[in-house]
């Protein structure tokens, strides 16, 4: 409790202690009093004057939220101008009397509060052009707060879709080819289809789940893999060959969900089909200091990046990859693209390393 008054002071003071402060000496001059105890009084009635005010704010919009059909347009407190009209000389009034009394009692003065002459109505004047100011500061500053984070959020919801619409053009590609395989396999090797069909299966309940969840373990990306894997070591038999290196203490790591097939459909597709004897593909994980790496690799026929058809052959699913990490991360992740001199093509992800279970 202490510590939301606390709060409340300062952010009260950090916008209203320029005004009491012009306030204090404008009020010591005019009634010729030393300006210490003008200070005090300011000080008090305008923090008895902004608590009234911040009191009818929340407790009016929380009635018409609650108890009225009225829909409120901003995402803060706000019951709208025509109450804060009335109810700002009303806070003003009773700050007044409540802070006045508080300040005599602060500063020794045994007089009694009178409200009476010219000098009150100047000090209530005073008051009320002060907080009223003091209102539209604060109401301007919540209302752009309130823009900026409503613009955030369809920003953030639009690159989703956008991510969503990448990830659903990506899919179907690798499950047409399966199953235009899976039919031919079903005429010349019925076991073989089985099996494919099996490990399809197990792909595609993994991928609705995938497609639900932002995140999920290093593990249970590898998982997902090696089913689609699977699936390509059927059409290929023995010319593809599969390594996997995952450390058991990176396993629980959360990464994006589904960020590895793209890479893992380009080596084959691209590095090691077009080959008449096929080759090996490599994932491996390994933690660099706070950064998880994973690195995808083939040594197939490889592909040049200064040759624009070879570019535009891999740049779909790598745009995808790309895209997603710099949503989520931003600048602390990055993909690395090199094509060895010995051939083939790897490229390495770099994920900073964050603790904490995996979200859906």
């Known amino acids: ?20 402060f012009i306030a204090s000496i404008f009020l010591s001059f005019l009634f010729k009093e030393k300006v210490w105890m003008m200070a005090v009084h300011a000080l008090c009635v305008g923090l008895c004057i902004q608590t009234l005010i911040e009191m009818g704010r929340h407790g009016a919009t929380y009635f018409l939220r609650k108890y ?41 003065d045994t007089r009694k509060l009178q409200i009476q002459g010219y000098g009150v109505i100047i000090i209530l004047g005073v008051c009320l052009i002060t907080a009223l100011m003091s209102t539209i500061y604060l109401y301007s500053r919540n209302y752009i707060a309130s ?11 639009a690159t989703e879709s956008h991510l969503r619409l990448l990830q659903s053009q990506l899919e179907p590609h690798m499950l047409f080819n399966t199953l235009a395989n899976l039919r031919v396999l079903i005429e010349v090797d019925t076991r073989a289809a089985q099996s494919m069909l099996d490990h399809l299966n197990d792909f595609l309940r993994a991928s609705l789940n995938g497609s639900r969840a932002q995140n999920h373990s290093l593990e249970e990306e590898f998982l997902r893999i090696q089913d689609y894997l699977a699936l390509m070591q059927i059409r290929m038999r023995e010319r593809l060959q599969i390594e996997l290196k995952l ?54 026929c ?13 740049g ?45």
């Open 1 to 20: 409790m202490i510590k939301i008054i606390l709060n409340f002071l300062w952010r009260e003071l950090r916008v209203s202690a320029p005004l009491i």
């Open 68 to 108: 009225t059909k009225l829909v409120l347009q901003q995402d803060f407190a706000w019951p709208g101008w025509p109450f804060m009209f009335v109810w700002i000389p009303i806070s003003c009034l009773g700050g007044y009397l409540i802070g006045g009394n508080i300040a005599l009692i602060l500063t020794g």
């Open 147 to 157: 823009m900026e984070a409503r613009n955030a959020a369809i920003q953030h919801s």
């Open 247 to 300: 450390p058991p203490e990176l396993a629980h790591i959360p990464i994006p969900a589904m960020i590895l097939q793209p890479l893992v459909e380009n080596a084959i597709k691209h590095g090691l089909e077009p080959t008449e004897h096929g080759g090996t593909i490599s994932i491996q994980a390994e933690r660099v200091h706070q950064h998880l790496h994973i690195k995808v690799a083939d040594n197939g």
């Open 302 to 314: 490889g592909t040049r990046l200064d040759h624009p058809q070879s570019s535009s052959k891999m």
């Open 316 to 360: 779909y699913g790598l745009q995808h990859v790309r895209e997603r990490l710099q949503h989520m991360y931003g600048a602390n992740a990055a993909l690395d693209i090199n094509t060895p001199a010995s051939g083939g093509y790897s490229v390495t992800l770099q994920l900073p390393i964050i603790q904490g279970t995996t979200k859906s």
